[in-house]
């Protein structure tokens, strides 16, 4: 695919500037480009983009293992882990239209040969992350015990609790180093960037390993341990990004950053720089960044307020089961849902920035042939994603990588069972959000993520008040079950709702 830019100035030139990059599997309207073709596009962008996506889940991810492991079957660390990250990822994800929304507006325009457009984008988007992320640690440090109890903290006993309140103050400090990462990784996806972030991932996840070593390991300092980690490897993550976007530290693929080839540069010899911008843009500017970014984000909090709430019903308990369990077992399950979604949403960061770049250039035959693609990879993915889980499930190495506690581990297995099978339909509605939010859907996104939720919140309520034996044989009699029997329905609605569109005739993609 032969990828063009323009001048800075978003006119076209005839000084040769418009230069093609060294990627010519197929040019972007020639009809005989076929399947295979944008296959290797899309894995080519999906590969790499994995290793952004993944960096804050996978550190998580570590910090929870190694918590887990090091507890001696205290089940209040993990409880207590696991009702500030639940309130931390609510808190982080609803801000996610800085990558979201920004990645399809900076392609769209680079695409157009409208350099300018894409760099000013680029600079609102980091100014705007910036700006959050400050306001956001304010608000988690000021009001942290409220929000806490909202969480069940309460529920989970005092010592949860403290473990609670020391990993959300130290976590707290981290909002504006994972914004500017994920406006970051907006900005370097909208230049068909993915392959940058793998080189990031290597340096975080290395501090963040060899930090959670001395400090929890070593120095048992528990969930404040495993919260330093994070926080400062998120930190340098952010500061990498940013040199790279000035143009002080080489990209991997060279399309920004200080080692750019001439030929994508703005005039032939200067490399693009991206800064945050310390000027009040004019609201035409900004109108486009912000529209999109207020649908994503009322499409965020909605989903994350049902994620925030599924943590706090698991923290209540049901039955048999203690608080402290249900909510360590919720913590460890939802952080390998989480990582296997990443994987999945590489592959819909992929299409969203090749819908993008093909519409910009009003391409209907590829946008349509990289949607179809993309769903047939995700199916593959998600089935191989299921075989996987399956494998570690049976051998008992998932359980035993996370805890030694049986009652965790109990609470666990079934709740592992319904992540295995989810992991099909999962898949499918990251590459439906990836097509949509590529063709800039996101209000129609945000309507029905509304109506997804209503759903799921009244499938909970019917399987947690049901009196029906043969319904609690099937579908289990605990709280924490029905938790995760709702999220199925979730993105069950979810994918309905996204392929409704997605073939509809009158709509962009017209699959």
């Known amino acids: 695919m032969k990828l063009y830019y323009g001048s800075l100035n978003g006119n076209d030139s005839d000084n040769g500037s418009d230069v093609p990059l060294e990627h010519d599997d197929c040019k972007v309207k020639e009809p005989s480009c076929t399947n295979e073709d944008y296959g290797k596009d899309i894995l080519s962008l ?37 009702s500030a990250a639940a309130l931390l990822t609510f808190s982080f994800y609803i801000f996610n239209f ?11 325009a680079r695409a157009k040969m409208d ?54 103050l130290v976590r707290a400090f981290s909002a504006p180093a994972i ?34 070593v001395i400090l929890i390991t070593g120095l048992r300092m528990g969930p404040a341990g495993a919260a330093i980690a ?19 530290l080489p990209s991997i693929d ?23 911008t310390v000027n009040i843009p004019q609201w035409t500017e900004m109108k486009p960044l912000v529209v999109a970014s207020s ?57 969203q920035t090749l819908v993008a770049d093909s519409l910009g250039k009003d391409d209907e035959v590829a946008t349509r042939k990289i949607s179809g693609t993309v769903f047939t990879y995700s199916l593959s993915l998600g089935i191989l994603l299921s075989i996987t889980l399956v494998g570690g499930t049976m051998s008992g190495a998932l359980l035993d990588a996370f805890t030694n506690d049986p009652s965790i581990q109990a609470a666990l297995q079934p709740i592992l069972y319904l992540i295995i099978l989810a992991q099909p339909i999962n898949s499918l509605v990251f590459a439906a959000d990836g097509v949509l939010q590529g ?60 392929y409704i569109k997605i073939i509809d005739k009158r709509g962009p993609i017209k699959l």
């Not at 800085?98 to 769209?108: E, H, K, R």
């Not at 500017?180 to 940058?196: E, F, M, N, W």
């Not at 009244?458 to 709280?479: A, D």
Request: include cysteine.
């Open 179 to 212: 914004f500017v990462c994920s406006a970051a990784t907006g900005i370097l996806r909208g230049y068909l960037d993915t392959k940058t972030a793998i080189a990031v991932l290597a340096a975080a996840n290395t501090i963040n390993l060899s930090l959670d």
């Open 46 to 82: 999906a590969i790499p983009a994995l290793a952004g996506l993944a960096i804050d889940p996978l550190m998580t991810l570590v910090d929870t293992a190694f918590v887990g492991r090091c507890a001696n079957e205290d089940s209040a660390q993990l409880a207590g882990m696991g």
């Open 115 to 168: 350099e300018y457009k894409a760099v000013m984008v680029g600079g609102q988007a980091l100014s705007l992350a910036g700006l959050l992320g400050v306001t956001l640690t304010g608000v988690l440090i000021a009001f942290h015990e409220p929000l806490l109890q909202i969480m069940g903290t309460s529920y989970t006993g005092e010592e949860a609790n403290s473990y609670a309140t020391s990993f959300l």
């Open 230 to 248: 994070t926080t400062t490897a998120e930190w340098m993550s952010a500061i990498l990004y940013l040199l790279i976007l000035g143009g002080k």
């Open 254 to 276: 060279g399309y920004l950053g200080s080692n750019q080839k001439p030929e994508i540069s703005s005039n032939g010899q200067d490399i693009i720089r991206i800064f945050p």
């Open 98 to 108: 800085l990558c979201t929304a920004t990645t399809p507006l900076v392609s769209q």
């Open 295 to 351: 649908s994503v984000f009322l499409r965020t909090v909605v989903l994350q307020l049902f994620l925030s709430g599924a943590a706090s019903l698991a923290a209540r308990g049901y039955g048999d089961e203690s608080s402290a369990s249900s909510v360590a077992a919720h913590q460890i399950a939802i952080q390998l849902w989480l990582l296997c979604s990443f994987a999945c949403d590489a592959l819909a960061a992929a299409s």
């Open 439 to 498: 063709a800039s859907e996101f209000t129609y996104q945000a309507k029905t993520m509304w109506i997804s939720v209503g759903i799921a919140i009244l499938s909970f309520f019917m399987l947690q008040y049901n009196n029906i034996s043969q319904m609690q044989t099937l579908f289990g009699n605990n709280t924490l079950e029905h938790v995760w029997e709702s999220i199925i329905v979730l993105q069950l609605c979810r994918g309905i709702t996204s």
